[in-house]
């Protein structure tokens, strides 16, 4: 049972556009949600999170909006760099946890 | 500041053999300690999870085990190991309730 999914297996965006990464998830209890950024063979990078309480995180170029009715987050990218080219996973964890829980990834690629 | 090991980087294991990847988390006390795995397709699966010396818990039926020593000593094991325990194994450690950090990754291959 996959809580966290990130439909999108790749993304492949032009340098200075904005990119886009979506992912839903089912449990209604979770009530924190992060994104990370992972380079082959490293370990993933926190990037940013939001709280349930809030709807949208801002931290540079990175943007987090979280969609409770629909049970979906987006991360935003813009304008996007080729450094940014990488697997970003989201994950989530409940309140009563001290897990979290990843979705499968999103490669993101971003061409000049 | 806090800092996160884990070894070794690469191995490669036959069938049948043991397994014993460490971690080491340096800089705090008493930190969520976390086993997850990296297989193709799958995202990152939490394997294991600690919140204290001896407290181990399991997430997904499976070959390995994983014991906690000490404090900040988190160690990933099996006896015999399969095929399929070929991945990327990582590492975690967590201050707070939420934001965990990773360890560098152990490539494991199973021949």
């Known amino acids: 049972d996959q809580q966290v999914k990130q439909n999108s297996p790749s993304l492949s965006v032009q340098e200075g556009r904005i990119s886009i990464l979506n992912c839903d998830y089912t449990?209604?209890?979770?009530?924190?949600f992060l994104w990370y950024k992972k380079y082959p063979a490293e370990g993933p990078t926190f990037l940013i999170s939001i709280s349930s309480i809030k709807d949208k995180n801002e931290d540079g170029r990175f943007t987090v909006f979280l969609n409770k009715s629909a049970k979906h987050l987006s991360l935003h990218i813009v304008p996007s760099q080729p450094g940014d080219s990488a697997v970003y996973f989201c994950a989530a964890s409940a309140l009563d946890t001290d897990k979290l829980i990843f979705g499968t990834g999103t490669r993101l690629q971003v061409f000049p | 500041s806090q800092t996160i090991h884990q070894w070794p980087a690469t191995l490669v294991q036959p069938v049948g053999s043991p397994l014993s990847l460490e971690c080491t988390v340096e800089g705090t006390s008493n930190p969520n300690l976390y086993w997850y795995r990296q297989a193709a397709g799958r995202g990152l699966q939490l394997l294991f999870y600690s919140v204290g010396i001896g407290q181990i818990s399991s997430e997904v039926p499976q070959n390995l085990s994983a014991s906690r020593p000490q404090d900040r000593q988190f160690i990933l094991s099996s006896k015999k190991l399969l095929l399929s325990d070929s991945g990327f194994y990582l590492c975690a450690w967590s201050p707070l309730r939420h934001t965990i950090y990773f360890g560098e990754g152990s490539w494991l291959t199973v021949v």
């Open positions: 449990n209604s209890m979770f009530d924190y």
